[in-house]
């Protein structure tokens, strides 16, 4: 069986990640969608909090499964036997950062491959920060994240 790891923050997971997650399913016999934590990032939401609106996103997505890990990337593919990692990329702002993590990857563990997938060009603006940025002006943030966790994601940005 084929397994990819998708991971990042998603603080909140937006709609910019389920187009990722959706075409990373068509590929793979099993996506995991890995909300990592990393102590030396503030996130807006609690680890539980991400998960759950994550596990909520990707409910109706075959093969697509969600799942939180404290610790090395690689360590955590080699204990579910994923073969890829894959990551979205925006615009070569992203690059640097993501080449670098690919590299260091590859040196620690060489049979796990970094795959990039190219940003649909609906979502190539899209960030949780910008979403968040957004919400905090009272703006409309309806159009960037799934329908699903929107009410649960405004009011807790509304009472932050
Ligand atoms: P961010 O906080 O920058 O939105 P995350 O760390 O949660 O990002 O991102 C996880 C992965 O999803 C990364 O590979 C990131 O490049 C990718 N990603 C995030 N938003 C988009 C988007 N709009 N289009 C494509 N890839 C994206």
């Known amino acids: 069986m084929k397994i990819a790891i998708c991971p990042g923050s998603f603080d909140p997971i ?12 068509k590929l793979f016999d099993k996506v995991i969608v890995l909300a990592l934590k990393n102590n030396e990032k503030a996130y807006t939401f ?19 499964v969600a799942d939180c ?38 040196m620690l563990y060489p049979e796990l ?3 990039f997938m190219n940003t649909n060009q609906e979502y190539m603006y899209l960030s949780s920060s910008l979403v968040k940025q957004i919400a905090s002006f009272g ?22």
């Open 113 to 115: 491959e970094t795959l």
């Open 14 to 25: 937006t709609k910019g990640h389920i187009d990722i997650i959706e075409r990373s399913a």
């Open 46 to 64: 609690s680890d539980d909090r991400r998960l759950d609106f994550i596990r909520r996103s990707v409910a109706g997505i075959d093969g697509v």
């Open 69 to 106: 890990y404290d610790g090395l990337l690689v360590d955590y593919a080699k204990k579910v036997g994923a073969s890829a990692l894959v990551k979205g990329l925006r615009a070569v702002t992203d690059f640097e950062y993501e080449f670098q993590m690919a590299l260091a990857n590859k």
């Open 139 to 160: 703006g409309d943030i309806s159009l960037f994240l799934p329908e699903c966790i929107l009410d649960d994601v405004r009011t807790a940005l509304a009472n932050k």
